[in-house]
Nanobody, 121 residues
């Protein structure tokens, strides 16, 4: 069974930084795209950033220049470094990954449980 476990959320002042981590564990054969989504109260969940197994990245416009997504394929872990945080970045952040499990060999999109990020003075 595959699961994603996130960490690193919390309360930070505007202009501050946070680093989110998400580790995949279980019967994993291969991980394709990994990403971070967020959902603010009353809003739809949106893609913040994504990274392929080869390291290609894409970002939502509001995150460009402030957030950096990276991954450690040996550790099956994806990170989101968030700098210059703004109050409008406040949301629950979810990790997402397209994973091929090894037993049985099936591809599925997995989600983490979410971690709260609050940007406030």
């Amino acid at each position: 069974q595959v699961q994603l476990v996130e960490s690193g959320g919390g309360l930070v002042q505007p202009g501050g930084s946070l680093r989110l981590s998400c580790a995949a564990s279980g019967s994993i054969f291969r991980i394709y795209v990994m990403g971070w989504y967020r959902q603010a109260p009353g809003k739809q969940r949106e893609l913040v950033a994504a990274i392929t197994s080869g390291g290609s990245t894409n970002y939502v416009d509001s995150a460009k220049g402030r957030f950096t997504i990276s991954r450690d394929n040996a550790k099956n872990t994806v990170y989101l470094q968030m700098n210059s945080l703004k109050p409008e970045d406040t949301a629950v952040y979810y990790c997402n990954a397209d994973i091929v499990s090894s037993t049985p060999t099936t591809e599925y999109t997995y989600w983490g449980q979410g971690t709260q990020v609050t940007v406030s003075s």
